[in-house]
Structure formats: C-alpha cells, structure tokens
C-alpha cells in the first residue's frame, strides 16, 4: 500500500480546518490505523453485522456492542463523483477532482479521494486502497486504480 506524503493543500487553506473526520472519537479507531495503512470497520458484537461508516448503535439491532475488525484494502469502484468547482479552498489548485465509493465487502462502502487519472474511473473497475496523509491533521482514506488494469 502506498502512502501519499503531506501536501501542501493544508498550507493553501487559509486557516480554515480540513474537511477531515480526525476529531470525532467514533473515528478514531479507524483513523489510528489508517495511519499504519490498515483499514477498520466496525462490527456488531450482537448481531455481527458489519458497518460504514460508524453510528453510535447498531442499524440493525440497535446494540451499542462493537468492536474494530480488519476489511480488504481494496474492492470495485461503486460510484465515483468528479468535482469541477472546489468545496473547500485547499482543492482549488487540484481541479478537477474525483471522489470514488468502493465497496470492500458486501455492504461495506468506503468513499475516499480518487488518487489517479480521471479516466482510470469506471463503475465496476478494482480500486486500493492508499492513505492521504494530512501531517497533523490526520489521515483519510483514499482510492487508486490496481496496477495492471
Ligand atoms: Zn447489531
């Protein structure tokens, strides 16, 4: 698994923070091995249903009994949205960009920053997973093409 350096759309923001979900102690678990590049998710100690992102109860049977287990770093390209105009003010200078919805595992869909040529994106199409690394803001998770597709 790659790991993108820290880039320098932090220093672009002007001070505003980053669209990321590092202070949300939901997260946080997830966050911290994202940052040693693996990829958790939250599982139902009741039911065992497996869920993205994390709630504070279960959807399916409103337990409040978790634990953090390991998902593939990569599945197939779900949905993927391009951007022309920027959300936020540290994308200016990175348009047009993408967002990809891949599914890891059956009901398991994690979005995350397209990290490749546009037209490498294809519904249907095997995507990994990379880590954006934001130095002190965090991680999040982000998607590439599979070499050799
Ligand atoms: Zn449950």
Redesign the pocket.
């Known amino acids: 698994m790659n790991r993108i350096p820290a880039s320098t759309l932090e220093q672009e923001a002007a001070g505003l923070p980053l669209p990321l979900n590092g202070e949300d102690p939901l997260f946080a678990p997830h966050l911290r091995a994202l940052a040693h590049g693996e990829l958790l998710v939250r599982q139902?100690m009741?039911?065992r249903?497996k869920q993205w992102p994390p709630r504070p109860f279960?959807r399916?049977?409103q337990?409040e009994d978790f634990s953090w287990i390991q998902a593939p770093g990569a599945g197939t390209i779900a949905s993927f949205s391009i951007a022309y105009r920027a959300f936020h003010p540290s994308y200016v200078d990175h348009l047009p960009a993408a967002t990809a919805l891949v599914d890891v595992e059956p009901g398991i869909r994690i979005a995350g920053r397209w990290v490749g040529e546009l037209d490498e994106l294809e519904i249907g199409a095997n995507a990994r997973l990379v880590v954006d690394d934001w130095a002190e803001h965090g991680v999040s998770a982000a998607w590439s093409r599979v070499e050799g597709q």
């Open positions: 139902c009741s039911c249903t279960c399916h049977c337990s």
